[in-house]
C-alpha cells in the first residue's frame, strides 16, 4: 500500500476524521435548515477550537488495552455530551441567533455520525494492521523493542500489531532466558536483555517496552539505567497482579504515579448523576409520601407504646456506621425478644428472618406489607448515608460474620431497594442474597438502577415476599 494513502487513511481514522465529519454535518443542517446568519465562519471557528481543546486536554486513552464495542460506543456518547455542552454555552454567551431545534437537530445527527464514524475507523484499522510489508517500514515508523517473551510481551506485541494508528514497527524481542530461534507472529528473539546497549544503538530504537513477567522485574534495573542514559523511552508494563474483578487504571496520590485497582463502579460522570437522581427521587418521595406518614404515625402510636420513628445502627459504605430510619413495626422490648427467637431463624447465614414474627405489631404488619415502614430511609439517602438503589445496609453484628469476600457488598453505597428486592425479596437465602448484590456491583449503570426501581414499584404493590 502507498505510504501516504496509508497515512491519509489514518488521519481520517483518528480525531482529524472525527473533526472532519463534525464540520460537514454542522454545515449541511445549517444549509439545510436555511441558515442566514453572517457568523457562519465563526461558528466553524468555535466548533473546530472546542474539538481541538476538549482532545487536547481530556487525558490519554488506554495504549495497552483493547475496548469492547459498547465500551467504545459509551466513550464516543461521552465525548460528544461534554462537546455538546460546550458549544451550546458558546451559543448562549456569544447569543447566536441559532435555534434550539437547529442545535438539537446538529447534535443528534453528529452523534450519530460519530459513532458510525468509530465502526469505520474500526474496519479501516484491522484492514491497515493486515497489510504488512517493505514499504511500510520505509516511512518514517518507530522502531520498538520488547523485553519479554511472556503472556504481557504479547499482549503489548498484539496492541502494536494490530494497531497501525501507532505507526510503530517491532524490531523484535529480548529475553532473561529464551535463546536461538523463537518468535511470535514473525517477530524474533533478538537478544538477551544485557545487549540494549548494542541494539539501540544498531537498530535505531525508539522506544523499550519492559513487559516481563514478576519473576524478572527485579533484573530489569541495569536495562533501566542504560535505555535512560542513552535517551530512549521505556514503557514499564507495571501490571503485577491478574485481577479478577478490579479494574486498574493509573491514578496519583498527591502527584506521585500509582496504579489503582477498584472493583466497584467508577465512572464518576455517572456516579455524580446517580447521586444528583438520589437527591431529587428521596425529595419526591418524601413530598408524596407525608400524608401516609402522618396517618402512619398515628396508627403507630394508638396501636402500641413507644416512639413513632425508630433508628438503628446500620453499616454503610466500607462498613462505616450511620443511623437507619424507619418507621416503628415492632413492640418496644423486639431486640431483647430477638435472643429468644435465635432459633426459629429462617435465613442462612448471619441474617435474622422469621414469618409471623411475634414481636411485629398489628399496624407493624400492614406497614411491612405495604413497605411503607421504608419511607422514613428517603431521609437517610438525603443525609448521603444511602442511595435510592443498592445492597441493603447490614447490622454491624451481621457484618462481623461475613467472610472476606463477602464484604465487597460494602463496597458501594446502600440502597432502599436492589436486585434481590425484586427477586422474591425475603424468599431468597443469604448466600443468593449475596450473589445478587454482587452482580448489582460488577454491572452497575444507570439503566440498571432504572429499571431496578420500576420493578419495585409493583413488587412493593404486590407486597410480594414482604414480612
Avoid at 174 to 191: F, Q, S, T
Avoid at 204 to 228: G, N
Avoid at 323 to 329: A, D, I, M, S, V
Avoid at 379 to 394: A, C, H, Q, T, Y
Amino acid at each position: 500500500m502507498n505510504i501516504r494513502l496509508r497515512k491519509i487513511l489514518l488521519l481520517l481514522a483518528g480525531q482529524t476524521g472525527t473533526h472532519l465529519v463534525s464540520l460537514i454535518i454542522l454545515l449541511s443542517v445549517l444549509n439545510i435548515s436555511g441558515y442566514v446568519g453572517n457568523n457562519i465562519l465563526e461558528i466553524i471557528l468555535w466548533v473546530t477550537l472546542i474539538r481541538s481543546i476538549f482532545f487536547l486536554t481530556r487525558g490519554p486513552k488506554p495504549v495497552l488495552a483493547s475496548y469492547l464495542v459498547r465500551k467504545r460506543v459509551l466513550r464516543v456518547i461521552e465525548d460528544e455530551f461534554k462537546i455538546a455542552i460546550a458549544i451550546t454555552a458558546v451559543c448562549f454567551v456569544l447569543k447566536w441567533q441559532v435555534t434550539l431545534s437547529l442545535l438539537s437537530l446538529y447534535l443528534i445527527i453528529n452523534g450519530l455520525a460519530q459513532i458510525g464514524l468509530m465502526y469505520l475507523s474500526k474496519i479501516t484499522l484491522k484492514s491497515l494492521s493486515q497489510v504488512r510489508g517493505e514499504k511500510l517500514k520505509e516511512g518514517n515508523n518507530k522502531q520498538v523493542i520488547i523485553v519479554g517473551t511472556g503472556t504481557k510481551a504479547k499482549k503489548a506485541a498484539d496492541v502494536i500489531l494490530n494497531s497501525p494508528e501507532y505507526e510503530t514497527t517491532l524490531a523484535g524481542f529480548l529475553d532473561y532466558h529464551k535463546k536461538g530461534l523463537w518468535r511470535y507472529r514473525d517477530i524474533p528473539l533478538i537478544g538477551h536483555p544485557d545487549e540494549i546497549s548494542r541494539i539501540i544503538s544498531n537498530c535505531q530504537i525508539d522506544a523499550v517496552i519492559v513487559a516481563v513477567e514478576v519473576e524478572d522485574i527485579a533484573l530489569t534495573k541495569s536495562l533501566f539505567f542504560t535505555a535512560e542514559k542513552m535517551g530512549v523511552p521505556i514503557y514499564f508494563m507495571p501490571v503485577i497482579f491478574d485481577p479478577k474483578i478490579s479494574r486498574i487504571r493509573p491514578a496519583y496520590i498527591n502527584g506521585t504515579p500509582v496504579l489503582l485497582y477498584r472493583a466497584v463502579p467508577e465512572n464518576q460522570l455517572l456516579l455524580v448523576a446517580k447521586n444528583i437522581v438520589d437527591k431529587i427521587g428521596a425529595l419526591c418521595g418524601m413530598l408524596l409520601a407525608s400524608p401516609l406518614l402522618i396517618l402512619a404515625a398515628i396508627a403507630i402510636k394508638i396501636d402500641s407504646k413507644g416512639p413513632v420513628f425508630f433508628k438503628q445502627t446500620r453499616s454503610g459504605l466500607n462498613g462505616k456506621t450511620f443511623k437507619l430510619y424507619k418507621l416503628r413495626t415492632m413492640h418496644r422490648d423486639a431486640e431483647e425478644k430477638k435472643r429468644e427467637l435465635l432459633r426459629f431463624n429462617e435465613m442462612s447465614g448471619p441474617v435474622f428472618k422469621i414469618k409471623n414474627d411475634p414481636r411485629i405489631t398489628g399496624v407493624g404488619g400492614f406497614l411491612r406489607k405495604t413497605s411503607l415502614d421504608e419511607v422514613p430511609q428517603f431521609i437517610n439517602v438525603l443525609k448521603g448515608d444511602m442511595s435510592l438503589v443498592g445492597p441493603r445496609p447490614p447490622l454491624p453484628d451481621e457484618v462481623a460474620q461475613y467472610e472476606p469476600w463477602q464484604r465487597r457488598r460494602l463496597s458501594v453505597k446502600p440502597g432502599i431497594t436492589c436486585i434481590w428486592q425484586v427477586n422474591g425479596r425475603n424468599n431468597v437465602d443469604f448466600d443468593e442474597w449475596l450473589h445478587l448484590d454482587m452482580e448489582y456491583i460488577d454491572n452497575w449503570s444507570l439503566w440498571q438502577d432504572t429499571k431496578i426501581l420500576a420493578k419495585t414499584i409493583p413488587t412493593v404493590i404486590k407486597g410480594s415476599g414482604a414480612s
